[in-house]
Structure formats: structure tokens, C-alpha cells
């Protein structure tokens, strides 16, 4: 079952540029994360914000997370050539049952022009 | 240096022969688990193992195989392995389940004949 929804699915900006994605999940969650994918290889995580959190930063990277509407936005700022990649959230179900495991979306992929 | 390594990175087989693919961790996490990407399709979990000597089904195990005889490796077994079952596989670790962080090993990108 499919649980996040990344939005847009890809993405072509200028380095320098601000970049948001978004995430829209259906159930309710315990956290949601942030990972990157460079094409082809393993992902790499980015951050985790729990369900009691609103706003967490690391770095350039900023993610906002409104359990109301179901949904979080990374939002990764003065953007580079090497932030190009695949960005997905990733979910868990909140259960009474911690299986641990992760539900991600499609991905947005982002491509940052030099 | 902490990591999830797989083994091999890519392989071409033919229906029906039965291969594994290994996944070692040296972080001493409890929790293991198995992906398969496909496009389209995004990440689907295949099998996980929150300590020793427990697996448990992710959304997608049909045709797999997993065990965890030892803490640090969690190998993933096609029995009889079918083209539908070609694709890029990830192993990951972590502490424990939610709310934590997962390390993804390099992958292993599969194609069955």
C-alpha cells in the first residue's frame, strides 16, 4: 500500500535556487523521513520529524510536517549541482504493532543545473 | 567506517536457479530489513528482522527467503527465481524500528532470464 505521495515528481531548477518538495501521506504516523537517492544507489537518510514536531533543520535542509493535513514539505535552500537526486519521504503506520516498517512514496527527482 | 554491504552488486541469472544475495552490517543494529525498487513502484518492503532469529513479511515476499542466524547478516534467498523478480534490491539496518533512522546498503541490481 502506497502511503507517501511526493509532489512534484520531478523537478529542474537553477544552482542557487530554492527547491520544496512535498509529501502528502494517508494515515496517521508516529515520524516521517527524508532520504536521498542518487541515481542508482543506495539512499541515504536526510531526517526524521516525529509526529509531535512541526519544523526541523539540518543544514540547508528545512522540513515542515502539518499532521492536520497530512502532509510535509523538504525545502532545500541555495540549492547545488550536487543536491541533483531523488528525494523520497517515507512513513510509518501508527500501530500498536512497531514493525519498523517504512511505506515511501515515488520520489521527486530533482535535477540542479550548473 | 559504518555500514550495510551487499553482495554482488549486480547479477544476471537464469529462471531457476537459486542464488542469494548477502547483507552484513557492522553497526550492531537490531533491525534488518529487505527492498525491492521498480519503477513506478517506488521502494516495497520484501522482509525484516527485528533481532535474532526473527523475520517477519513486509507488503511484497513472495518468492523470497530471509534468515538471521547471526545479529550482524541477513541474507535474502531466491528460491526459484522468476523474471518478475528482476530488479534493484536494498538492504538496511537500523537500531530498532520506528523512529529511527535506516542505512541503506549500495544495492543489488538483479535480472532473471
Known amino acids: 500500500s502506497q502511503q507517501g505521495e511526493e509532489d512534484p515528481q520531478a523537478l529542474s531548477i537553477q544552482e542557487g535556487e530554492n527547491a520544496t518538495m512535498n509529501c502528502s501521506y494517508k494515515?496517521?504516523?508516529?515520524?516521517l523521513q527524508w532520504y536521498r537517492q542518487n541515481s542508482g544507489r543506495g539512499l541515504v537518510h536526510l531526517i526524521l520529524?516525529?509526529?509531535?514536531?512541526r519544523e526541523k533543520h539540518s543544514g540547508r535542509l528545512r522540513v515542515t510536517l502539518d499532521t492536520s493535513k497530512k502532509s510535509s514539505s523538504l525545502l532545500i535552500t541555495a540549492s547545488r549541482a550536487a543536491d541533483t537526486a531523488s528525494y523520497f519521504c517515507?512513513?510509518?503506520?501508527?500501530?500498536?504493532?512497531?514493525?519498523?516498517?517504512?511505506?515511501f512514496g515515488q520520489g521527486t527527482t530533482l535535477q540542479v543545473k550548473p | 567506517e559504518a555500514q550495510v554491504t551487499q553482495n554482488p552488486r549486480y547479477l544476471i541469472t537464469v529462471t531457476g536457479k537459486k542464488l542469494t544475495v548477502t547483507c552484513s552490517q557492522n553497526m550492531n543494529h537490531e533491525y534488518m530489513s529487505w527492498y525491492r525498487q521498480d519503477p513506478g513502484l517506488g521502494l516495497r518492503q520484501i522482509y525484516y528482522?527485528?533481532?535474532?532469529?526473527?523475520?517477519d513479511k513486509g507488503d511484497v515476499p513472495e518468492g523470497y527467503k530471509v534468515s538471521r542466524k547471526e545479529k550482524r547478516n541477513f541474507p535474502l534467498i531466491l528460491e526459484s527465481p522468476s523474471p518478475n523478480q528482476t530488479s534493484l534490491y536494498f538492504c538496511?539496518?537500523?537500531?530498532?524500528?520506528?523512529?529511527?533512522?535506516?542505512?541503506f546498503g549500495p544495492g543489488t541490481r538483479l535480472t532473471v532470464t
Open positions: 528482522s527485528m533481532n535474532v532469529e526473527v523475520t
Open positions: 517515507a512513513t510509518d503506520a501508527e500501530s500498536s504493532s512497531n514493525t519498523g516498517k517504512l511505506i
Open positions: 494515515t496517521s504516523i508516529n515520524n
Open positions: 520529524i516525529r509526529s509531535n514536531e
Open positions: 538496511a539496518s537500523s537500531l530498532g524500528g520506528w523512529g529511527y533512522e535506516q542505512y
